[in-house]
């Protein structure tokens, strides 16, 4: 069964410092790596997706970095800031449907 | 564009009544997917739509789940008879063709089972 492993399941980062959320894959039948932010009381939004043939992509103070060979992907939040504060999910889409793998997620908060 | 619409918000019931949630997708959009998610299992996909077909159902929990997609701009999600262990928060989300891994969610429908 496809699945994608998410850690860790919370973190907690000071404000202006560097939160790390990693994820890893079990096969390569997968064509995006999407992340998801998702605050209280809200649906999950799309926060910034890689192709695995692109080993990094960033936008503002968010950058996936993607290790194909270890089947890993990672969300690096730059300057984290208290409004940062959130549920963070990774997802992956198989290449023979259109449906997501989601991870467990991880509650990320941003401490003033 | 006003977004994934959802209704009910919030709705709380009693064991054995039936429960209809309903679903507004973003015009436009091929694919219509319905989650559930709970704290203790996650989000989880139930079932989703492409053009109004059911594509893939096997996330349904058991047959008192159905759902249907009558018209590209509406679905619903029906429980019936509902227990206290589906009470969770249902979201539906929708694409388009091309780029189903870029969903857009609606607010939610948080459900409780008395």
């Known amino acids: 069964q496809q699945q994608v492993k998410q850690s860790p399941q919370s973190l907690i980062v000071q404000k202006g410092g560097i939160s790390i959320i990693n994820c890893a894959y079990e096969n390569t039948a997968f064509d995006y790596f999407p992340w998801y932010q998702q605050f209280p009381g809200k649906g999950p939004a799309l926060l910034i997706a890689i192709r695995p043939d692109v080993s990094e992509k960033k936008e503002g103070r968010f950058t996936i970095s993607f290790n194909k060979s270890a089947k890993q992907f990672s969300l690096h939040i730059m300057d984290s800031q208290p409004g940062d504060s959130a549920t963070y999910f990774c997802a992956a889409r198989p290449h023979s449907n259109y449906q997501l793998i989601w991870g467990a997620g991880t509650k990320l908060i941003i401490k003033p | 564009d006003a977004g994934v619409i959802q209704s009910p918000r919030h709705e709380v019931t009693e064991m054995g009544q039936e429960v209809t949630l309903r679903c507004k997708p973003i015009?436009?959009?091929?694919?219509l997917f319905w989650y559930r998610q709970t704290m203790m299992r996650g989000l989880e996909l139930l079932i989703y739509?492409?053009?109004?077909?059911?594509?893939?159902d096997s996330g349904m929990p058991e047959d008192r789940f159905s759902a249907k997609m009558p018209n590209a701009s509406f679905s619903t999600l029906k429980i019936q008879p509902s227990e206290p262990r589906d009470s969770a928060v249902y979201f539906c989300a929708s694409s388009r063709a091309g780029k189903s891994y870029e969903q857009y969610f609606g607010p939610g429908t948080r459900l409780t089972v008395t």
């Open positions: 739509f492409n053009n109004n077909v059911p594509i893939d």
């Open positions: 015009s436009g959009h091929d694919y």
